[in-house]
């Protein structure tokens, strides 16, 4: 199995701050990448794949990077709805795996 | 607009039996992928089984291998998961999710999740 090592486990920032998460494969996942945000009590929804392709109506704050096994979900400017879980997943592999997640909460 | 809302979420007791159903609609069920996807209290996402649009291909994860099985009626445009020999580290909400296609993809819709609690 392809193993995804996300980090920081969690993370505190200010509005407006921008930030950073990394997800390193184990091995080269050739941008088959998605990136997740989970609120309490709800269910995850995309915001990237394709390692940096927006998915439609989500905010132009949120961009991807990476390529082989190193990615990177960036946060331009937080907004007050961005203090949420963020889960990157490879697809590449049917057999899928995500990140162990990043708690992104006010500082 | 596309929808799935999973059902069948309960109580079991360690080495029961449960199934959960996942309805779709406002998409062509028999074109997309489909998983299933599980979160245990407070933890992360854990991928556990994906099926095919046709139904011929199934994937599991090493967690639940011979134990869980994933079908699905593409003429009532729903999915199911039958779990067998339940283990207290099952205890977690079941997400359905749909795949953005066929193939190898991520997941662009997901339901509103199912409890499963395996507790004596």
């Known amino acids: 199995d392809i193993q995804m090592t996300q980090f920081p486990s969690s993370l505190s920032a200010s509005v407006g701050d921008r930030v950073t998460i990394t997800c390193r494969a184990s091995?080269?996942?050739?941008?088959?990448l998605a990136w997740y945000q989970q609120k309490p009590g709800t269910a995850p929804k995309v915001l990237l794949y394709?390692?940096?392709t927006l998915e439609s109506g989500v905010p132009s704050r949120f961009s991807g990077s990476g390529s082989g096994t190193d990615y990177t979900l960036t946060i331009s400017s937080l907004q007050p709805e961005d203090f949420a879980t963020y889960y990157c997943?490879?697809?590449?592999?049917?057999?899928?795996?995500f990140g162990q997640g990043t708690k992104l909460e006010i500082k | 607009e596309v929808q799935v809302a999973e059902s069948g979420g309960g109580l079991v007791q360690p080495g029961g039996s449960l199934r959960l159903s996942c309805a779709a609609s406002?998409?062509?069920?028999?074109?997309?992928?489909m998983s299933w996807v599980r979160q245990a209290p407070g933890k992360g996402l854990e991928w556990v089984s994906g099926?095919?649009?046709?139904?011929?291909?199934?994937y599991y994860a090493g967690s639940v291998k011979g134990r869980f099985t994933i079908s699905r009626d593409n003429s009532k445009n729903t999915l199911y998961l039958q779990m067998h020999t339940l283990r207290a580290e099952d205890t977690a909400i079941y997400y359905c999710?749909?795949?953005?296609?066929?193939?190898?993809?991520?997941?662009?819709?997901w339901g509103q999740g199912a409890l499963v609690t395996v507790s004596s």
């Open positions: 999710a749909k795949g953005r296609g066929d193939g190898f993809n991520f997941f662009d819709y």
């Open positions: 406002g998409f062509t069920f028999s074109s997309y992928a």
């Open positions: 099926i095919t649009g046709s139904g011929v291909v199934t």
């Open positions: 091995q080269g996942i050739y941008n088959s």
């Open positions: 394709a390692a940096s």
């Open positions: 997943q490879q697809y590449y592999s049917t057999l899928y795996t």
